[in-house]
């Protein structure tokens, strides 16, 4: 994802992380917020749902719209989070994915 994101989009800044922590370590660094996180539900440490609420706590979540990226749609259309824009269901294809941040990150904001 983060070498498509890169290829195909050059204006959006992307940034990657392996769990939840991670990703919270990267927003409190970054001085704006996203315009997109694409989060995956199911990660070690911090899953996405820890996530969110960690993000809310922070005040991230009011600033950012949240795709969550998952395998288990059943899970995933279970989430109702207001930050929560949307969902992209595992496998998908490249097009979806840049339609996705072309969507959320048109105006040329940060992802």
């Not at 498509?4 to 392996?18: F, G, H, M, N, Q």
């Not at 440490?45 to 969110?52: A, P, T, Y």
């Not at 005040?59 to 990226?69: E, N, P």
Request: proline fraction near 7%; charged fraction near 25%.
């Amino acid at each position: 994802m983060v070498s498509l994101l890169e290829a195909e989009t050059p204006w959006i800044k992307v940034s990657s992380a392996s769990d939840g922590m991670e990703a919270l370590e990267i927003l409190d660094e970054e001085p704006e917020p996203p315009c997109l996180v694409l989060l995956d539900l199911m990660m070690p440490v911090m899953n996405g749902l820890e996530f969110l609420d960690a993000a809310r706590e922070r005040g991230f979540a009011s600033r950012t719209r949240v795709v969550l990226v998952s395998g288990y749609a059943q899970l995933a259309r279970q989430v109702k989070h207001p930050a929560v824009a949307g969902m992209l269901l595992k496998p998908f294809r490249p097009a979806d994915l840049l339609d996705l941040v072309q969507r959320h990150c048109a105006d040329g904001t940060q992802s």
